[in-house]
């Protein structure tokens, strides 16, 4: 079986500080590992994606997050908020060894970046 | 412009009256599957397909139906909506990935979602 857990529903911060949203996954195996973001009344998009290699992983507008197998983590960082990163934030984990091909998502967490 | 789109945006109905929401993708993906969003619970997988007439079941499937008789369209159908079935729905589609001759996960293309309320 594989879950994600988002432990925090609301993270605060003011802009121009880092962000951190965090997450961490169970899968029997090895994860594949993603970062979404949903906007208000719009689809989540895609941030970024570690299947293999560097555990260091850079997405799109200025996120990145790190694989670290040993604390079963995959936090979502950013150095420098903005009031437009100011969204819905979903990890999302799949066991590459699973022989399915279902996608687990994480309760989300709710980032406000206050100006 | 690459984009799963989705119909209705918006739909209210009543207990036991059929429904079917569309999706469509103009990316050839050969993955599809269809998301139920409720509040404190995320995101929660449906059904999935992998190809032409080949679905199975997600986490949460009681209720629903799929069909896949064309690449690009995967239609989710509710037979008989309960209230229990209200609910923020998503599409989403993905390309069939290698790396190295191994099959990888691509990341999923959402549509902009159907909000379902069942009364």
């Known amino acids: 079986a594989q879950s994600v857990a988002q432990p925090e529903d609301q993270v605060n911060v003011a802009e121009g500080n880092p962000l951190t949203v965090k997450c961490t996954y169970s899968v029997s195996g090895n994860p594949y590992l993603f970062w979404y973001v949903q906007y208000p009344n719009r689809g989540l998009q895609f941030l970024l994606k570690y299947i293999t290699g560097d555990n260091l992983v850079k997405g799109s507008y200025g996120f990145e997050a790190e694989f670290n197998k040993s604390q079963t983590s995959f936090h979502l960082k950013k150095p420098s908020a903005l009031v437009s990163d100011s969204a819905l934030y979903f990890c999302a984990v799949r066991d590459r060894g699973s022989n399915d091909y279902k996608l687990s998502f994480g309760a989300g967490t709710t980032v406000t970046v206050r100006a | 412009e690459a984009q799963v789109t989705q119909n209705p945006r918006y739909l209210i109905t009543v207990t036991g009256k059929k429904l079917t929401v569309t999706c469509s993708q103009n990316m050839n993906h050969e993955y599809m599957s269809w998301y139920r969003q409720d509040p404190g619970l995320g995101l929660r997988q449906i059904y999935y397909?992998?190809?032409?007439?080949?679905?199975d079941k997600g986490d949460v499937p009681e209720g629903y139906k799929v069909s896949r008789k064309e690449k690009r369209n995967f239609p989710l159908i509710l037979e008989s909506p309960s209230p229990n079935q209200t609910s923020l729905y998503f599409c989403?589609?993905?390309?069939?990935?290698?790396?190295?001759?191994?099959?990888?996960?691509?990341?999923?293309?959402f549509g902009p979602g159907t909000r379902l309320t069942v009364l």
């Open positions: 989403a589609s993905r390309l069939k990935g290698w790396v190295s001759g191994r099959v990888t996960y691509n990341e999923q293309f």
């Open positions: 397909s992998m190809n032409v007439e080949v679905t």
